[in-house]
T-cell receptor
Framework: GQQLNQSPQSMFIQEGEDVSMNCTSS?????WLWYKQDPGEGPVLLIA?????ELTSNGRLTAQFGITRKDSFLNISASIPSDVGIYFC?????????FGTGTRLQVFP | EPEVTQTPSHQVTQMGQEVILRCVPI?????FYWYRQILGQKVEFLVS????????KSEIFDDQFSVERPDGSNFTLKIRSTKLEDSAMYFC??????????FGPGTRLTVL
């Protein structure tokens, strides 16, 4: 089946540091999305990317849709404690989203 | 800001029982979805629904599962005869187009 691999699996960083995580696939996607999930809650949409090469920002978050359409990265600048959670990439080709394996982010004050 | 809502937040049932999970999608959205997430794992697609019919379903969505939009606001997922392995968080999502899917808070289903 289609697999989206995220790296790193987990990150432990100091408050104020910048964070970078990425997502790769063997398949091409039409849309890349990044979601954040807090424990026991639903995924919250952070950024949506629609075109190869597109770079989009949302506050301290920046994401890019890879040129090959098989990868995407998410950067978080100047991390704060509430950035803690699991970050999932998701790719869309048909109706459905294929979710990545997730990156767990811990931020220490 | 409009959001997807789901009820109940937690459902406990005996194996073999039927359950219905309910969702109210965002009101002007046209596409509706169910996903599930087994504890500690990634979110998996179950089914998408558009124009009053299923548009796509995964191999997980077998004959035990069904979806319905009984009126203009609700979207339900029925599991006919629950199995232990159906225990998971079930998320409803909706979208105006196919791209940005917005998720509800989930229903935790526990099958005993």
């Amino acid at each position: 089946g289609q697999q989206l691999n995220q790296s790193p699996q987990s990150m432990f960083i100091q408050e104020g540091e910048d964070v970078s995580m990425n997502c790769t696939s063997s398949s091409i996607f039409n849309t890349w999305l990044w979601y954040k999930q807090d424990p026991g809650e639903g995924p919250v949409l952070l950024i949506a990317l629609y075109k190869a090469g597109e770079l989009t920002s949302n506050g301290r978050l920046t994401a890019q849709f890879g040129i090959t359409r098989k990868d995407s990265f998410l950067n978080i600048s100047a991390s704060i404690p509430s950035d803690v959670g699991i970050y999932f990439c998701a790719g869309r080709r048909t109706d459905k989203l294929i979710f990545g394996t997730g990156t767990r982010l811990q931020v220490f004050p | 800001e409009p959001e997807v809502t789901q009820t109940p937040s937690h459902q406990v049932t005996q194996m073999g029982q039927e359950v219905i999970l309910r969702c109210v999608p965002i009101s002007n959205h046209l596409y509706f979805y169910w996903y599930r997430q087994i504890l500690g794992q990634k979110v998996e697609f179950l089914v998408s629904f558009y124009n009053n019919e299923i548009s796509e379903k995964s191999e997980i969505f077998d004959d035990q599962f069904s979806v319905e939009r009984p009126d203009g606001s609700n979207f339900t997922l029925k599991i006919r005869s629950t199995k232990l392995e159906d225990s998971a968080m079930y998320f409803c999502a909706s979208s105006l187009n196919l791209n940005e899917q917005f998720f509800g808070p989930g229903t935790r289903l526990t099958v005993l």
